[in-house]
């Protein structure tokens, strides 16, 4: 598991869309660790299953089937019982409840065992919050991404705009801050970076000049 790449950083810091890129690049499978825990906190706010409820999460967790299926090199489609849901798990009210689910210490034990399991069978390239510190300790290439809150901010609201939505740009920022407090605070495998993380700041720099960087980093370590 030695080779596989790991990307960990708050929201917005450009982690899917860069390791998309590297995945497309190397010919590894991206895994995105937060469209789990997505999927997840979207099957319970469907099923009326609460957030505050660990035990009532685990056993949906054990009875939810959650699939990545590669549809092109680096774009990858995740379903959750069969149903396609990468689009449907980005909701605003999924992004609201999302870290109170990935709090539990147990909903994470399940969701990390499905990750090693996906990394053990092809080389990856793995993003999420944990996965330099405690998914995958021994990868080889560890990243930390990170850029000002504001920037963070201002990228997300943009995709919310350009997909329709009316969300004032302060609302993403609040939103945004909250979820970071509560993954930098919790208890079990909090956000932050691993020791022997390389941490970039993106704020000001393009996706492909992060994947550049990224892959040279990587070619000068082998
Ligand atoms: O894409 P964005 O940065 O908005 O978030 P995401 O990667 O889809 O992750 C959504 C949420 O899942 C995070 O805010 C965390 O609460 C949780 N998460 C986690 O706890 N551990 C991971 N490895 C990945 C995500
Ligand atoms: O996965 P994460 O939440 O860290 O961020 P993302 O969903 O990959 O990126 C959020 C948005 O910022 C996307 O629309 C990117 O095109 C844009 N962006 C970026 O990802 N990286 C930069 N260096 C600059 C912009």
Redesign the pocket.
């Known amino acids: 598991m030695r080779d596989n790449i790991a990307i960990?950083?708050?929201?917005?810091?450009g982690?899917?869309t860069v390791a998309r890129q590297l995945a497309k690049r190397l010919g590894y499978l991206y895994i995105?660790?937060?469209?789990?825990?997505?999927a997840l906190?979207w099957k319970a706010l469907k099923e009326g299953t609460k957030v505050t409820d660990e035990a009532a999460l685990v056993d949906l967790a054990r009875n939810t089937s959650l699939e990545f299926k590669e549809v092109a090199p680096g774009e990858v489609s995740v379903y959750c019982d069969g149903e396609d849901v990468t689009r449907l798990?980005?909701s605003p009210e999924v992004?609201r409840h999302?870290?109170?689910?990935?709090?539990w210490p147990r909903v994470?034990e399940e969701?990390v065992k499905l990750?090693r399991d996906l990394a053990a069978r092809r080389k990856v390239v793995m993003?999420?919050?944990?996965?330099g510190t405690h998914?995958l300790p021994e990868a080889n290439h560890k990243f930390f991404l990170t850029a000002s809150l504001e920037e963070r901010a201002r990228r997300?609201w943009q995709e919310l705009i350009a997909q329709g939505n009316k969300f004032s740009l302060e609302e993403i920022k609040r939103e945004?801050e909250e979820?970071?407090r509560?993954?930098s605070q919790?208890i079990v495998?909090p956000?932050r970076p691993a020791p022997d993380a390389v941490i970039i700041d993106t704020s000001n720099l393009t996706p492909e000049e992060v994947t550049e960087h990224i892959l040279k980093t990587i070619r000068k370590n082998c």
């Open positions: 960990d950083g708050p929201a917005g810091a982690k899917s995105d660790t937060g469209a789990m825990y997505r906190t798990i980005r992004s999302v870290s109170t689910v990935a709090a994470r969701m990750q993003d999420g919050r944990d996965i998914v997300r945004i979820r970071d509560r993954d919790r495998a956000l």
